[in-house]
């Protein structure tokens, strides 16, 4: 049973308590100047998120700050291909890079490197001694097509079109990429819940660029292999599914893949998906991240919009995406208020 004070966790795992908890995507990051200091003083990306006291550190300032349910490991997502054997670097401005992109080369030629997911379990392992007791500690992945996306074009693009060309001209290659994306993904969360995890969430950013078919081949069933993988291993672990753009799919994602919550992005109507999901499961999101920038009266009406819609069902308050960069501090002030009050 969770400790009565974890009120995030408690929600997960399909109860509704008298207040609703909130976190933020992407809440430790670019808005925060103490996160701006460390970056400046610490260097490149991959570097702090390899680096477990900094790692660590990072993951703690916006809950010193301010005080969030939960907090979200400071990570990232591409460091599964990494693990998988390519290399990884961040450029200045432009995002990761991976190689060698495996539209132009084949995935056998990578070798695993297992090792390389060592920093984040030892960051997981400061955090959790480091927590306030009510604080909910989150673990994440990305979720095969959207980690795949990344491994077969090197980088990040607009309509992930080199990979639903390389998944319709060669199903079977493709499905070799998503299916070990899948294997370390398990073996990945389930070491960050050895060290101290209370619950994980997969992100699948790019989901809103597959068809119907595609959806159900590429997005729902890994996501209900890795969920089947990790119920296996950690029965009690709530896993927050996050298909970003699925739309009028994600009452299928939510029936057929057995994660234990929802998270909405933005666009979705949330009278629609209270209507729609299945009844009881707990929802996360979803106020658009710039109506968090633009404050005032409009943060407060949408904020009481998507409030007052999942009133009947367990939530978590949080954005519809990541915070962006430019958000001021005062207007995550105020949403907290609101929120809590």
Do not use: C
Request: no cysteine.
């Amino acid at each position: 049973m969770p400790v009565p004070d974890k009120l995030l966790l408690s929600v997960l795992k399909g109860e509704k308590p008298e207040r609703t908890p909130v976190w933020l995507m992407r809440q430790a990051g670019r808005y925060l100047p103490e996160y701006r200091a460390l970056r400046a003083e610490k260097g490149g990306f991959l570097e702090m998120a390899t680096d477990p006291p900094t790692a660590a550190e990072i993951t703690l300032q916006p809950i010193r700050r301010f005080g969030f349910d939960g907090a979200i490991l400071f990570s990232d997502i591409l460091i599964v291909p990494w693990a998988l054997g390519q290399d990884l670097r961040f450029e200045a401005g432009e995002g990761p890079r991976l190689s060698p992109p495996l539209a132009d080369s084949a995935f056998a030629t990578l070798e695993a490197i297992p090792e390389r997911l060592r920093p984040v379990y030892a960051t997981v392992e400061k955090v959790a001694v480091s927590l306030p007791a009510a604080t909910t500690f989150l673990g994440f992945a990305g979720s095969p097509w959207t980690v795949a996306t990344y491994m077969v074009a090197g980088r990040g693009s607009k309509d992930q079109g080199d990979t639903r060309r390389l998944a319709y001209r060669d199903p079977a290659a493709f499905s070799e990429i998503v299916r070990a994306v899948a294997a370390m993904t398990v073996k990945y969360l389930s070491g960050q819940i050895r060290a101290g995890v209370e619950a994980v969430q997969l992100f699948d950013s790019w989901a809103g660029s597959l068809s119907p078919a595609q959806f159900e081949q590429w997005v729902v069933a890994p996501t209900a292999a890795i969920v089947a993988g990790l119920k296996a291993k950690h029965p009690g672990v709530p896993v927050i599914g996050f298909p970003k753009g699925a739309g009028g799919k994600l009452a299928a994602y939510a029936r057929e893949t057995g994660v234990d919550a929802i998270g909405l992005d933005e666009t979705v109507d949330p009278l629609w998906a209270h209507a729609s999901l299945p009844a009881g499961m707990p929802v996360q999101g979803n106020l658009d991240p710039l109506a968090l920038i633009a404050g005032g009266e409009a943060l407060a009406s949408a904020t009481r919009r998507v409030l007052s819609s999942f009133r009947d069902r367990p939530h978590v308050f949080n954005l519809g995406h990541g915070i962006l960069p430019d958000t001021p501090i005062p207007h995550v002030e105020q949403l907290l208020h609101l929120v809590r009050r």
